[in-house]
């Protein structure tokens, strides 16, 4: 089904990504609406109309339903009863991507099942399941909560075996992870249309600092490089078990052994951003040919060296300065009211053709 020009798309989650997605979205002529709790909903200035409503509103969800043609997510922490209150066929991509991404043990087992190999793990729902899970695995690992974790929170690092009796389970069900010895890591970022057709974008390599993306940079180093069909071929799996509609990103480490699975997003992802000026399509708008039942767009990268580099913890104003450089620097800023620490404020896309 194609959703026409000047029909609605209806996007649950009011963050940054959501901001990104209405101006892609105005750009092939939709309307865009919101729909998050209170707080500070930088999408909301890009839609024509924002609800500012809880989860577990379950009138104003269905008002908010009763004025979308389709409905998409920037969030994929959205919980499932109020993911319930949309009809199914105006959802895309199908649910049962959030359910899988939003539970750490039920990811694994589910790209185990496809023939993926995540970092060695166990389920911990007790303190002697940590003392356990630490014993079986090894340290060092880290403790992660199995739901609502995000850039490095719910998250315990245990540096050995002895260390075990600094951390205790923090009371929910949780996930104890072997601890990587990765050499880079990279995402995988595709879109796959509404007749199963997938495109992938280039795989730039991630550097994380404290357990939050700082930078995503084209080329890379020959250790992803070599790894990126093994990680395709897992990530073109995902989406057609799935019947995946829209952007889907798969987040690696490369390791002597080969790709490791990390975890997956089931939609548009920081490591992604680059590709608003680095790509021919970039992921918000080929997100949105691909929910809307259009053709997609090509996925080509444009440029030889790319960086995306988040602008953490720093007020607008003196971001700014970056549009004094030389040469292509792409400023995007999210329009968050306070810069607190470790808050993404906005980013910089860095091209340059080779040469240059
Ligand atoms: P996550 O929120 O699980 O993606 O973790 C954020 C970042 O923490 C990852 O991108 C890695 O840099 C690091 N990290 C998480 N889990 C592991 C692991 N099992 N081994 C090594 N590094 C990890």
Same mark, same amino acid.
């Given at each position: 089904?194609? #959703? /026409? ?11 940054? *990504? @959501?901001?990104?997605? $209405?101006?892609? !979205? =105005? ?72 359910? #899988? /991404? ?11 099942? *496809? @023939?993926?190999?995540? $970092?060695?793990? !166990? =389920? ?233």
């Amino acid at each position: 089904m194609t #959703i /026409a020009p000047g029909s609605t798309i209806g996007i649950l989650g009011g963050g940054q *990504l @959501g901001r990104m997605m $209405a101006v892609a !979205a =105005a750009q092939l002529g939709y309307h865009v609406i919101g729909y998050a709790p209170t707080g500070d909903n930088v999408a909301a200035e890009l839609c024509s109309d924002f609800f500012e409503n809880g989860w577990g509103d379950k009138a104003a969800l269905a008002a908010f339903a009763s004025k979308c043609d389709v409905v998409t997510w920037e969030f994929e922490n959205v919980p499932p009863s109020a993911v319930e209150m949309i009809p199914p066929h105006m959802l895309r991509p199908d649910p049962r991507a959030l359910g #899988i /991404a939003q539970d750490r043990l039920r990811e694994k087992r589910f790209i185990e099942d *496809l @023939g993926g190999k995540p $970092a060695p793990y !166990a =389920a911990v729902d007790s303190d002697s399941d940590l003392r356990m899970a630490v014993e079986r695995i090894g340290a060092p690992g880290i403790l992660k909560t199995s739901r609502d974790g995000y850039d490095g929170k719910g998250q315990w690092r245990i540096a050995s075996v002895r260390d075990m009796e600094s951390v205790r389970f923090p009371g929910k069900p949780c996930v104890y992870e072997g601890l990587v010895n990765f050499e880079a890591e990279f995402s995988v970022i595709l879109v796959r249309g509404a007749e199963g057709d997938i495109r992938f974008w280039d795989s730039t390599e991630n550097v994380h600092e404290a357990g939050m993306l700082a930078t995503s940079t084209l080329p890379t180093c020959d250790a992803v490089a070599e790894q990126i069909s093994a990680a395709r071929e897992l990530a073109g799996k995902v989406a057609d078990a799935l019947k995946y509609v829209g952007v889907l990103t798969l987040e690696f480490f490369a390791t002597s052994e080969g790709p490791v699975f990390n975890e997956m997003a089931p939609r548009v992802h920081n490591s992604g951003h680059w590709t608003i000026e680095g790509a021919a399509t970039s992921q918000f708008e080929n997100h949105i040919r691909a929910i809307c039942g259009l053709p997609l767009g090509s996925a080509a990268t444009r440029f030889e060296r790319i960086e995306m580099r988040n602008i953490v913890g720093v007020d607008a104003l003196s971001a700014h300065a970056i549009l004094g450089e030389d040469g292509e620097a792409h400023l995007h800023l999210y329009g968050k009211k306070e810069a607190r620490e470790g808050r993404k404020m906005g980013h910089v896309t860095r091209v340059s053709r080779a040469g240059t």
